[in-house]
């Protein structure tokens, strides 16, 4: 049995990994795989802390953002495809027209 | 009849009224009624007025009606209450006895204005009368400054009257700037009253002043002599006098009304009204009695050389406000009054009469273009000598009275040098109406020859009030006869001292009415045999000679330019005040206002928002990732928060 810890130092791992690709990486699909390593990340706490506790709760929110995380990704990816759609290109840093 | 009063200032108001929102409809010759119309009704309540006071006893002579309490704040009350007494009844008499001769006047002078120009100007002269008599029947300071301000506002729009051109524009707008700064120090006059007593009314203040006020204390002082720097503005005496020569930019009835006969001696009548204050301060009499005697000699020597013939008049009635100054000045206050009484019957017509000149000329003022116009305007002519010799001092013409009134007076106060300056203006006096009279009226006619063709007499609406003033010039001064001269006569008592006796009542106490006979009838040869000598100057100068004054004026070239640019007080003034306050007036507008307050103030506000938001909106980069970088670091604030704190 591996302690519960050693899914929550992953999970955080994770997290980081994803945040780190959200702030830093300029290709939106990118950054978009990098929110749904965040949204897994979470899901992998969910699931450590309903095993450890026994409480099935924690496994109905992930299949809850696992269902959230998929229409998440349809509307995402469309946003996507528009917006190359109208520049020729998915780069964030052409995207700053509310630049103040 | 007490109740009845506001009829007075209602009716010139309700002219006001009808010649301004209906004027130019109901077209000239209903407001050549109206105008004139409404003053002479005032003018019979006037009499009226008059006649009840004559039937209460003396000590008793006061009406009084309060309209309404215009101001109550705290314990001070300013009502709107009229006040009539033999004082304010004589200036009333005045105001709307001579106010109406010359609106009569005006309907012919300004015969030639169109409908709009005639109701106006018959707009103006009815609010001035308005003005003139709340000035003169207000029963406390502050209803009599709003009189002030009011005639000084006339005064303005009249001088004004043909604003197209800019030089009487002008001439307005520095009668109106000369006397804000004498109404300046009168309000300041009138905040020391209200301090001194908690009051403002006549009432309460002049029978409380001698209580209230320490004899010769710098409070009476003070309070008089700011009193009295208003009475220089609005009466034209040194140093607030240059605004009146300019004035005669207004059509001449305007001058008559306004600048000769009513609005300018409201000084004179504000100190006879306070007068309970000014015995109280004999240091601010003798400065009133010194300017008022320095003006005189000074404005008459001025007169002496103008060639405009309104300017000639407009320094002579600065000369003789100056006596009227001085016989205040020396506690004479009735005799003040007396002589404002008769200065206005005979300057009145004197300008009437120069008005006729210039009608029947076309509009011309200077005198070396008239001569000879003895023959065409022949009542013109008969009147204007009477009004001279009134002028002059020459018995038993009105001015003469009230003259020797004053040089008597001042002879008794014990100030010899004042009824030497007196004297010697007097002698002036007559030098300089003549001259105005020979070189207008005697001669050959010196215009060019088509005006010659033009020469008319005027017509009877601007003759009769010349021929009224004419006897009022001649008689008006009957009804001051001297006791000397009336005892010679069988008995002929004084009514005009009498008359405003119980008004001086507190003043007359203890002090030598008259000096010995003698004394007084040596002064009084004095004064005729000056007159008499000025009259031969000017006949012998104007008349007989003309050679001989050329060869006076080449002799004593530097004081003839003296005086011909009027010592250059004008140019004086420009440098030592105009000019600063200019270059003042420039500073506060491009430093103070522009530099300061606009561009430090507002646009300086304007740029340091516009600073700041440039600054501000560097953070917003559009950059959704820059966004979130801050959003994160926010996240693990809180979280930082959380855990630690």
Known sequence: MVPAGHYLVLSAILFAIGVVGVLTRKNAIIVFMSIEIMLNAANLTFVTFASAMGDLGGQVAVLLVIAVAAAEAAVGLAIIVAMFRHRETVNVESFNVMHG | ?645
Request: proline share 4%.
């Open chain 2, 1 to 645: 009849m007490a109740d009845l009063l506001w009829l007075v200032p209602a009716l010139p108001l309700a002219g006001v009224a009808l010649n301004g929102f209906f004027g130019r409809r109901l077209g000239k010759r209903a407001v050549a009624w109206i105008g004139p119309g409404v003053v002479g009704l005032a003018f019979g309540v006037s009499v009226a007025a008059f006649a009840a006071l004559t039937r209460l006893p003396p000590d008793a002579r006061a009406l009084h009606q309060t309209l309404y309490t215009w101001i109550a704040a705290g314990d001070f009350r300013a009502p709107v209450a009229l006040l009539v007494d033999p004082l304010s009844v004589t200036l009333m008499l005045v105001v709307t006895g001579v106010g109406f001769l010359i609106h009569l006047y005006s309907v012919g002078y300004m015969h030639d204005e169109d409908r709009r120009g005639f109701a106006r100007y018959f707009t103006y002269l009815n609010l001035f009368t308005f003005a003139m008599l709340l000035l003169v029947m207000a029963d406390n300071f502050l209803l009599l400054f709003v009189g002030w301000e009011g005639v000084g506002l006339c005064s303005y729009l009249l001088i004004g009257f043909w604003f197209s051109d800019m030089a009487n524009a002008a001439a307005g707008k520095k009668a109106f700037i000369v006397n804000r700064i004498g109404d300046f120090g009168f309000l300041i006059g009138i905040f020391l009253i209200f301090g001194s007593f908690g009051s403002v009314t006549f009432a309460d203040v002049l029978p409380a002043a001698a209580s209230t006020l320490t004899l010769g204390g710098p409070l009476a002082f003070w309070t008089c002599l700011f009193l009295f720097v208003g009475a220089t503005g609005k009466s034209a005496q040194i140093p607030l006098y240059v605004w009146l020569p300019d004035a005669m930019a207004g059509p001449t009835p305007v001058s008559a009304l306004i600048h000769a006969a009513t609005m300018v001696t409201a000084g004179v009548y504000m100190i006879a009204r306070a007068h309970a204050l000014y015995v109280l301060a004999p240091g601010a009499l003798a400065i009133v009695a010194s300017i008022g005697a320095a003006t005189a000699l000074y404005a008459a020597t001025i007169g002496l050389v103008q060639t405009d013939i309104k300017k000639v008049l407009a320094y002579s009635t600065i000369s003789q406000l100056g006596y009227m100054f001085l016989a205040v000045g020396v506690a004479a206050f009735g005799a003040g009054i007396f002589h404002l009484v008769t200065h206005a019957f005979f300057k009145a017509l004197l300008f009437l009469g120069a008005g006729s000149v210039i009608h029947a000329l076309h509009g011309e003022q200077d005198m070396r273009r008239m001569g000879g116009l003895r023959r065409h305007l022949p009542v013109t002519y008969w009147t204007m000598l009477a009004a001279t010799l009134a002028i002059a001092g020459i018995p038993p013409l009105a001015g003469f009275f009230s003259k020797d009134a004053i040089l008597g007076a001042a002879w008794n106060a014990g100030h010899p040098g004042l009824w030497a300056v007196g004297w010697v203006t007097a002698g002036l006096t007559a030098l300089y109406m003549f001259r105005l009279f020979f070189l207008t009226f005697h001669g050959e006619f010196r215009g060019p020859a088509e005006a010659r063709h033009g020469l008319h007499e005027s017509p009877p609406s601007m003759a009769v009030p010349l021929v009224v003033l004419a006897v009022l010039a001649t008689v008006g001064g009957w009804i001051g006869v001297p006791a000397v001269v009336g005892d010679a006569l069988g008995g002929l008592p004084d009514a005009f001292e009498g008359w405003l006796a119980p008004v001086f009542a507190d003043v007359a106490r203890g002090t030598p009415a008259h000096a010995a006979p003698a004394a007084e009838v040596g002064l009084m040869i004095a004064s005729i045999a000056v007159a008499t000598v000025g009259i031969l100057m000017a006949w012998v100068l104007y008349a007989r000679d003309p050679e001989l004054r050329e060869r006076l004026a080449r002799r004593f070239h530097a004081a003839y330019q003296i005086l011909l640019h009027k010592y250059w007080v004008d140019e004086i003034y420009e440098f030592l005040v105009v000019r600063p306050y200019d270059a003042l007036s420039t500073f506060a507008w491009r430093v103070i206002d522009d530099g300061l307050i606009d561009g430090l103030g507002v646009r300086g506000a304007g740029a340091l928002v516009r600073f700041g938001s440039g600054v501000a909106s560097r953070w917003e980069t559009g950059y959704v990732q820059n966004y979130l970088v801050v959003f994160f670091l926010g996240v693990l604030a809180v979280l930082a928060y959380l855990v630690i704190g």
